[in-house]
């Protein structure tokens, strides 16, 4: 190999070789691709993972669809869209084909049943609700409103490279949970985000991103007012700089609920990774827990095999490629039966037992 070439220009002539009908030149155009992979090129190592999902190369060692799960995985972290995108396609296709075998394919019309056939009803509104949710049957169609208005809290607003960007992309992730869904045993829904910005004093969910004078400010406020648990639980939080969402002592949908958004650039100019820190975070906001393979954070984890509605988008790599667990994943038809079932319920909706007891959501191993 030329060291004077970059790894992006092996990538790219490997790319043109694979369209040539000549095998001994598209073998040349895979060592060219794996030359990069090695260079840590990050397209590389999407298509690398394409490769082996396709067939067209073997693993050393390893089943082959595990393998490829792991290079996607790593493609993704380190930011493919395109690997996203695949790992995105391929979860909700194994999904598919394993909830044929439990749900009927038959879609039941009317106004939403739950899994007992009872009405579902949902109506949280008011002043002193974050996040509005009703439940609505017109036209024939079920429909999961939720209405929030969205306060930034800012501090030193110089250190953002563009505002409205870092703006936009947070609120492009809350409504990333719109969309046509099947819950309660393939009841076709529509769930619609209507996200405002006014200035409130009350009904809001606030944002606050996490950079070096607010971690300080939001350190001194836990140490000065919070219990001895949560400065436990949230000082960490802060100065290690992770994204979490405080949703009061005990989740409700009158709770106060503030998302703390950390960015991996210093001038929060990584819009693609905030979209989907904020769509995660707002998922508690909605009242779901989080989703881990493994024990983490005081939860016992979930371990693949538990729930079937969970095991398609269950990737290699010890972690789920759902919104909940993994913030560049899916929102699924599951996560949205958890959020009816938490605004109906006024009880939040957990994967997996807290400080390992407590109950799990109904809506897990029965239904969508």
Not at 1 to 7: A, E, K, T, V, Y
Not at 16 to 44: F, Q, T
Not at 98 to 115: E, I, T, Y
Not at 228 to 248: H, T, V
Request: net charge negative; with cysteine.
């Amino acid at each position: 190999m030329n060291d004077s070439l970059s790894p992006g220009a092996y990538r790219e002539a490997g790319k043109a070789l694979l369209r040539c009908s000549d095998p001994e030149l598209r073998s040349e155009g895979i060592k060219n691709i794996l030359y990069a992979y090695s260079k840590n090129d990050v397209e590389a190592i999407y298509l690398v993972g394409e490769l082996l999902l396709c067939g067209f190369i073997k693993p050393i060692e390893g089943d082959p669809e595990e393998q490829a799960m792991k290079v996607l995985c790593r493609a993704a972290r380190c930011g493919s869209l395109q690997a996203r995108s695949l790992l995105n396609a391929y979860s909700n296709a194994r999904y598919t084909a394993n909830l044929d075998k439990h749900v009927s394919a038959q879609v039941r019309q009317g106004p939403l049943v739950d899994f007992d056939g009872t009405p579902v009803s949902i109506s949280r509104k008011g002043l002193f609700t974050p996040v509005d949710a009703v439940l609505s049957y017109e036209n024939g169609v079920n429909c999961l409103t939720l209405n929030v208005n969205v306060v930034f809290m800012y501090g030193d607003k110089s250190v953002f490279s563009d505002i409205g960007k870092f703006e936009n992309a947070v609120l492009s992730g809350m409504k990333e949970w719109e969309g046509e869904y099947r819950v309660f045993n393939n009841q076709e829904i529509k769930v619609a985000v209507n996200v405002t910005t006014e200035n409130r004093l009350f009904d809001n969910v606030y944002i606050l991103p996490l950079y070096d004078d607010m971690k300080d400010l939001m350190g001194k406020i836990v140490n000065a007012v919070g219990t001895k648990e949560a400065k436990k639980r949230i000082n960490p939080m802060i100065f290690d700089s992770r994204s979490f969402a405080a949703i009061g002592r005990k989740w409700s949908v009158h709770s106060r609920k503030f998302i703390f958004i950390k960015s991996d650039s210093s001038t929060f100019d990584d819009y693609e990774e905030l979209k989907d820190v904020a769509k995660h975070e707002f998922g508690h906001a909605l009242g779901l827990g989080d989703l881990y393979e493994d024990a983490s954070d005081q939860l016992k984890g979930v371990e693949k095999g538990t729930y079937y509605e969970l095991d398609g988008y269950y990737l290699s790599d010890k972690f789920y490629n759902l919104v909940m667990c993994d913030h560049h994943g899916p929102v699924s038809n599951n996560d949205i039966e958890m959020v009816l079932l938490a605004f109906r319920e006024n009880k939040m909706q957990k994967y997996q037992p807290d400080k390992f007891k407590g109950s799990i959501s109904s809506a897990l191993g029965r239904g969508n």
